[in-house]
């Protein structure tokens, strides 16, 4: 299905109801209204405006449409804001409070904001729960964008006293448990506890460790209310939020996700792009400029899936090019439509676009839409209407399952401990993971990213590129699994209080593989060296453990000076290093073939994915090619030949 | 004539004599003095000390010189400050008080301030208003340098808010204009109005115009209410002030200049060069380390004619190395000699060189002077011995207009939009205007800076490398010109408030064009694409608009993908693009061709410019060049050899 | 002999004994404790715990270790920042309060620590002063380290005046010599005073110097008061500190090493290369990633060298990997045993490893120790084992007195000097120094690092790299000097107050050779210059002055205009510029041989370094060289053939 987000309160009455009908003409199903309206619903404490909101949600669904409805925390209005000034967060890096004038100016730790926002949610669930045109709920919008999920305040302090008194009980197990015995950090009582930012030079990892594990935790409680508030007023209605890139929520995303219906993701391949190459090479980087990296967009949407009890949404597509990241580029021709089946083919539900029209005004004025400020149609108009069409040919698609031999285990800790210790200055979590990723993705493997309390019996091959706490009962189920395991540097080597695994490093995963990490050493990424493996020579670099020799481990790489670099016990695999692409693509491929997974040979640019009994081909290159299927292959769009740009789906 | 820039108070009084009759003796006509002299002139609240000045200048005028006084308010002491404390700026960037140690302490929005200022002017008024050894005037210094026209302290918020009422009426007008409902954003009053700084993350674009204007209007009102105290009391003196390059200023510069007698500028090449081309390739870079870009003075001096009513002056000319750029070099030999002659050449009446002597102390003890702290003669003396000479040749240059036939649009409001809306973080708008400004200079071409109310009618051809915000008045001069018109990307694309033009750019001028801006990508400056004009193939880069086709529009140059990139409709032309230097001189040599423009082809380092009767040549290169000029030549300055660092000047 | 440190305070006392026993049989003789366990020895206010320590002292004397205490005052605990909170640094770059979390967090100018810090010395004094088992103390930790010297607080402030009134007498006096009439930055009493940072623009560079002399007088005054307690309690016991790298201090290390029986090293080469050579290209860099730059350890033990009355220690000693630089590579093979008999080499008596076990937990968790946390022998280990067996070839080492015919005079203000007055952004006068130091190392050369008040009669050839501030005592003494006498750009230019020499640079040296510093100009660093000397063109580059020709000078460089860029009176030399390392090596290989100071040729990976009659050859290259040494050589260590990362010791 599709929909599209509107904003009613951005636009004269008068354009509302050709607004809906077209909506509908374009084959959207699902309007998204009220996300940031909290000004125009109450303008003054206690005085609300339901009037416009009625009629607004009365024409969207004269028109067919079906709406979701959000609550509109996420903008506290300046009149809530000067009535409790503790509202607005601080800046963990300066200690400067952040003001009003953007959004997400608030503090998860004020207990103000915390009634308020639950206040308003009850009130608009009061009003709008059972509303017979409202399907759904959207919570909040894009929680923890713009480093909202830790603050400075007074409020976020004592909170963290309390959570770390609960945490641990008295104030020896925590002094004990961080080391605080170190340089004399002793703590005499919770009320002494500070916050572990702007001291001389680095704090306790476990402290901080500690302070995001606090955090999250906040954001979750502030969700977790809203979601039981809404609950009570809209029954049979599903509830959702809409996420950014899992690795910039610094919450933990699947405890997010828990309560929620379904996750929602918003989708911006060519500013995540920009964001997240930032530092490629220029033909590197050029290339995927105006398509976004292949793997980037399945990258979150995999993720999405991974931590969502239902088919997941797309609740933003990026329809043209927006004004956030440091360059915005325009989208090649064709590829809002390539994004749309490609977010299906990896299991979506439904896409939704941002927005229906340009604004014209206020911080996203560059930010394109559906249709232009003139109210002409934007480029993006035409590919949906080709996918409306497309779609149709295709009715059962949102229960056919995505199925996946291959998972990649994940975790935001694992993100945050890399953050907290960077030990190598060109360590970084997320493009260690999406190296891996993206290695898998080019030989056609379909990859599940599971949690480590997932079921891992449907796996033949389990990877982790980086895990530094793993828990007992993992380590114990990968014991009794059958699948391949590879971990990655890093894995196992910390205990959840971020201090050394006391065997040393992979720590418990030492149960499945008997390697210890004798050193770590870090690399100027510039600086690297040989990397031996099956007869040819590829890269070590950044990251560098000394691993040692047992009789029960087979060496399966080597570094350039004829150490262990990657090790094998059985069908247990431990990688001492970060290496190059090219290493993880063969060595994948051998695992594959060792271990029975099915590869696809492709094209640079081509990526295939299979959806129950469908089979997706996407084309991010600009040269088309042609894709020798059998000339019985029954195709229910496009041909054997795919053009740049362009989807191919098969049965 | 010729000036220098003095502080006696710098020195011992036995030196004044001397250094007044070498003053005359090197044909310096005026002595600029009292600049940072406040502390010595009051040294406690109304404790004034007048007699070492009384004397200083009567030294000066002994020997023949004329004075010009200055207002010393950049510099207030000390007990001004601890008497009120919140004279003092706040840094808009962190919050944090901007101290006393330095210059320009001080915020326009300070109602102190504003009455001390006012009261020292009006006491140096008094005393030495008709003083017949004072010719005139200096406001102030280098007003806003070191970003202090913006301030986010308790002054600036109030005057802010009582700014935004007077401007917007009532408070609906303002969220209306803002679009404020976007994200929530209302206020419900004015005394609500935050400064549009420090939030979460970006702040409304109309929010920081408005700011913007905000500011510049605080500089003016406290320059405008200087000067009116100065006219009452130094009837018959001019009045000046010594401006910064235009960009820095963040102040509409014309307005800062209306109820000036003229315009002086500060003239630095080398730091100037050292900062703005700081980006620049070695070999680039290296070329004009040691002489300034060979168009970036005259592009000052070009600016500064624009808005001086009289002829302007060089109130400080760079005479050495200074101390204040990343990196200081020394000017080759002649090149203070040269940048004299071609300020006069580009329209100056006066060249004052900064400074007397170079002083041993303090912040600037390593800027160079014409004499060093020893009193022996530095380099540029003999140059200024030589440059004496040659100014006797040509006794009514001062009176001569520079006339040219093309003009640049400008106004400080375009480079207000541009930092505010980054969209791509490779445009710079001054570097935009500049590289259209060098094509221009390379082709022999005298350019005129107007802005909007300018009258038209002189000009064979009109450039707006970046206009985003126009008038309806300066289109309708638009439609009734004869000239070329030439428009470059971004132009008319914005309403007064900074939202976008509602018939979307390049908005009110397609009056003029009828093309549309369909959408905007910015790239990253590495990447960019082919621009295909007139059989040749340039680049187009970083900033690239997708425009409409339409009967009455003619293709002048293409993008990679065919579409159009620079459109024509009659003699006006719309560029959708950055693009490159090349570029810009192929077109603008092309353009100067069809409208009878003269353009002049000389080597790559050498500049020609005409005023009067006069032309002059100036070789910015290392090598000798031959001029080729007619044997009847009449050689005022050189001759058909030009010399590296040297100058012709010819009638 | 060597030592260890120690902190049993980590660890469960069950361990202490093995570990002791361990140590004795590594052939550590020292061991360091107690240095951050402030929180342990005082849990509260006045509330003592000892018994702890004293078992800890007794197991390692039972083994036969020689303990050396330390003052915790490194990291004061919780209670007492919360009993006094103006004990917290403050931020002089944000004017942000620095916060309790990790440690140095302490303002030298709290009278409130000051105090305390003295209290638990004298406690520890008492008690441990005269205990048999202590040979010695050390004071604090790595003074200055975090950039701890500065301070924008309160406290500070209100010393400074104090300082500024005792240095200056009256007010007038300070304005005079500061210059402050430049600016109108006068004071009219000492109460007004700023500390000079964020101030609208850059302060006075007088102020500037003046508040580091400050702040170096507060370390000095805060160490030589815990000197004197020390001595009062614990007589005919050594005290000393351990140094982090001279340029890192702020504090005038020779005053800081005054009351001092001897200075300590904490020599961490890999850390210090990282960021010493960050800019370095790929090659250059990654040549000595694994070994640190082959000069780099070695200009830190010569400088310690130079300000130590007895021979220096290494405190702390890289044993493997550490965790604080952009980037921590693993020592090659043999590296700590090479850097160790460096240490030796260069006149070290002691070399304590840093520290005996890694620990699990708090900020270090990632720096390797000799053992492993699961307490298996890390690499060093064994080193360690050989270096223990080579030492005893060698008893009376410690002795023997390291001769140098060399000097490079240096001294903490001339550093101030350069980051106070930037002048050009690629000043760096560390590498500046350390360029000069390097080139002597590779011809073979000792050096010795001495102040301006030592004895110059030992030395051929002196060398100032950087000396802007000279005495007319060092002047007078150069005068009746015999050795050749070399000064580098800017020295003798500036007066104690850091104004300008008033008869130009080099000032007082001009009573050593007749050449004037006309001009100086900085230029970027990649746009350099040729530099003419002895029929070889080589660079000059970043720092360039114009130096005055006289009868009595000769001209030993030019510039690429031909003008003087090196001259020479008698044995005196001034060199303008900065220039390349194949110019020092070449220019310092003439004087040698001029001067008749012996140099030698090796391959470039090796150094050579005499100690009484013996010699130390160390190769830092990959690759084995042979010696040619004559077949008498008396081999000490090692043989003819230099392995890679090996130590050849020979008579």
Redesign the interface.
């Known amino acids: 299905m599709l929909g599209v987000c509107y904003y009613p309160?951005?636009w004269p009455e008068s354009m509302w109801a050709q607004d809906a009908q077209e909506m509908a003409a374009l084959g959207l199903k699902y309007v998204r209204i009220g996300e940031?309206?909290?000004?125009?619903i109450e303008?003054?404490p206690g005085v609300f405006h339901f009037e416009w909101l009625d009629r607004a949600i009365a024409t969207l669904a004269d028109a067919g449409l079906s709406v979701i409805m959000c609550t509109?925390t996420a903008?506290?209005?300046?009149?809530l804001i000067?009535l409790y000034p503790d509202i607005l967060?601080v800046d963990v890096k300066?200690?400067?409070?952040?003001?009003?004038?953007?959004?997400?100016?608030y503090d998860f730790s004020s207990e103000n904001f915390f009634r308020e926002a639950m206040r308003i949610t009850e009130v608009l669930g009061q009003r709008y729960g059972e509303h017979p045109a409202i399907c759904g709920w959207q919570t909040d919008n894009e929680l923890a964008?713009?480093d909202?999920t830790h603050s400075y305040s007074a409020n976020a302090k004592a909170a963290f006293q309390q959570w770390c008194q609960q945490h641990y009980g008295n104030i020896d197990n925590l002094n004990q448990a961080?080391?605080?015995?170190?340089?004399?950090?002793?703590?005499?009582n919770f009320q002494?506890i500070?916050l572990?930012?702007?001291?001389?030079?680095?704090?306790?990892?476990?402290?901080n460790l500690a302070y995001r594990r606090f955090s999250s935790d906040q954001v979750i409680r502030f969700h977790d209310e809203m979601i039981a508030i809404l609950r009570r007023y809209a029954p049979n209605r599903f509830i959702t939020h809409n996420f950014i890139p899992m690795s910039d929520t610094q919450t933990d995303n699947a405890a997010l996700a828990k309560q929620l219906d379904f996750v929602s993701y918003d989708n911006y391949p060519l500013g995540r792009t920009?964001l997240f190459f930032a530092n490629a090479a220029?033909p590197n980087?050029?290339r995927y400029?105006?398509t976004g990296h292949p793997d980037y967009a399945s990258y979150a949407f995999d993720q999405s899936r991974g931590i969502s009890h239902g088919p997941f949404w797309i609740m933003e597509q990026q329809p043209?090019?927006v004004?956030w990241a440091?360059?915005?580029?325009?989208p090649e021709p064709g590829m809002v439509r390539l994004w749309s089946w490609q977010a299906f083919a990896h299991g979506a539900a439904t896409v939704c676009f941002f927005r229906w029209r340009?604004?014209?005004?206020?911080?996203?004025?560059?930010h394109?839409g559906l249709k232009?400020?003139?109210n002409s149609p934007?480029?993006a108009y035409a590919e949906i209407q080709q996918l409306k069409q497309e779609l149709a040919k295709l009715p059962a698609l949102p229960e056919t399952p995505v199925v996946a031999e291959v998972a990649i285990v994940t975790e935001t800790v694992a993100q945050w401990v890399t953050e907290i210790?960077r030990?190598?200055?060109?360590y970084n979590q997320q493009q260690v993971e999406f190296a891996y990723y993206s290695a898998l993705r080019k030989l056609g493997i379909t990859v599940d990213f599971i949690g480590q309390d997932a079921d891992l019996s449907a796996y033949k091959l389990i990877i982790a590129p980086c895990l530094p706490i793993v828990s007992k009962a993992f380590v114990d189920r990968c014991a009794r699994s059958n699948a391949a395991l590879v971990f990655g540097p890093r894995s196992g080597a910390k205990t959840p209080d971020l201090?050394?695994?006391?065997?040393?490093g992979p720590g418990l995963l030492q149960q499945l593989i008997p390697v210890?990490v004798?050193?770590?050493?870090?690399?100027?990424p510039?600086?690297h060296d040989a990397l031996h493996f099956a007869d040819k020579t590829y890269e070590s670099a950044r990251w560098?453990e000394?691993l040692s020799e047992h009789a029960d481990l087979m060496v399966v790489a080597r570094y350039h000076d004829n150490t262990p670099a990657i090790v094998q016990a059985q069908h247990n695999y431990y990688i001492g290093t970060l290496t190059c692409d090219t290493f993880l693509y063969d060595f994948f491929a051998a695992l594959a073939k060792q271990y029975g997974i099915t590869t696809v040979q492709l094209a640079e640019d081509l990526r295939l994915v299979r959806r129950g009994d469908l089979t997706f081909i996407f084309n991010y290159g600009a040269t088309a090619a042609t894709l020798n299927l059998p000339a019985t292959t029954q195709f229910v769009v496009g041909s054997n030949q795919i053009n740049p740009f362009d989807v191919v789906i098969y049965r």
Chains 1, 2, 3 share one sequence.
């Open positions: 309160e951005h940031f309206a909290w000004s125009r303008s003054a509109p903008t506290p209005p300046k009149w000067d967060p300066t200690g400067t409070t952040r003001g009003f004038g953007s959004r997400r100016h964008c713009h909202t961080w080391g605080n015995v170190f340089w004399s950090m002793e703590y005499q002494q500070e572990p930012y702007l001291a001389v030079t680095e704090t306790n990892p476990s402290h920009d220029t980087f050029k400029m105006r043209g090019p004004n440091r360059h915005n580029p325009r340009q604004v014209p005004f206020a911080q996203e004025q560059m394109a232009r400020t003139d934007a480029t210790e030990q190598g200055d060109s201090t050394l695994a006391p065997n040393l210890k004798l050193s770590v050493e870090t690399t100027r510039d600086c560098r000394e």
